[in-house]
């Protein structure tokens, strides 16, 4: 069958909605359908109100669209019309599952353009305040998740780096800190976690290691965990435990 549209994997950013691209909110004001994450905000889904919306979100331990289907579903929307944008939250390239997106598309021969977004990690350090790189602290950073597919071997390794950034850490965070514990980083290390990045229920919390590794207690959004000397406080910025 022959390809009629062309579809755009848009990165949407941390959440607020002043926080797409110009060329990414253009577009959603043009499309004719939006395939949306879960982490898509609906103040972002308000930039295209014309367009039919299909959510197809996954967010990890509950019901979600396979993989494959939300493939196919791109396919056959791009086969149907025009304009067809895979809204993303953050940037599509990172974390994003933009590898397999991309191949189905091109395999079907469907045009596919990609427009950045602002990846929670950058996000994250301006909401808090905190740079990942500081002159003579730290001069390289890792954006890392241990979340692994169901059929892939747990991933424990961390990279080295003076600065870290875990995505989908939630959950690991006290694997995470143990790990780094064993592996003799200092218990004070200063760690940021920030929960709801750029939106109204916002949460940022400055820890240590130490306090990491007794678990983050329970989060309501997103969580983004930053660790490494970057993050050491200014006086104003308490700090728990
Ligand atoms: C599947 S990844 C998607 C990352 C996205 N592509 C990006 O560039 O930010 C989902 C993870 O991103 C982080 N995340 C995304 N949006 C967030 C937000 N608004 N606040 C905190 N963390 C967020 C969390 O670690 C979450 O588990």
Do not use: W
Not at 1 to 17: E, F
Not at 39 to 60: D, F, N
Not at 134 to 156: C, I, L, M, N, W
């Amino acid at each position: 069958m022959a390809s009629l549209g062309k579809v755009y994997l848009i990165g949407a950013g941390p959440g607020a909605q002043d926080l797409i691209t110009l060329r990414g909110a253009r577009l959603l004001a043009q499309a004719d359908v939006v395939l949306h994450d879960a982490l898509v905000t609906e103040e972002m889904l308000q930039l295209c109100p014309q367009a039919e919306k299909i959510s197809v979100g996954k967010r990890s331990g509950q019901r979600s669209t396979a993989q494959q289907v939300i493939n196919q579903q791109l396919v056959d929307n791009a086969r149907r019309h025009q304009l067809v944008v895979r809204l993303k939250g953050g940037d599509p390239m990172l974390f994003g599952r933009a590898d397999e997106e991309l191949r189905a598309l091109e395999e079907a021969g469907i045009e596919v353009e990609i427009v950045p977004g602002i990846t929670t990690a950058v996000a994250a350090a301006a909401a808090s305040k905190q740079p990942l790189t500081k002159r003579g602290v730290a001069r390289s950073v890792a954006f890392f998740t241990s979340s692994t597919a169901p059929d892939e071997a747990q991933h424990d390794a961390i990279p080295d780096t003076d600065t870290l950034v875990q995505y989908m850490g939630g959950r690991e965070a006290i694997a995470t800190a143990e790990r780094l514990l064993a592996h003799g980083h200092r218990p004070d290390t200063p760690v940021v976690v920030i929960e709801n990045c750029s939106r109204p229920d916002q949460r940022i919390r400055r820890l240590t290691i130490a306090a990491l590794a007794l678990g983050l207690g329970e989060a309501h959004g997103p969580v983004l965990v930053m660790l490494g000397d970057a993050m050491q406080s200014r006086s104003h910025q308490a700090i728990e435990a």
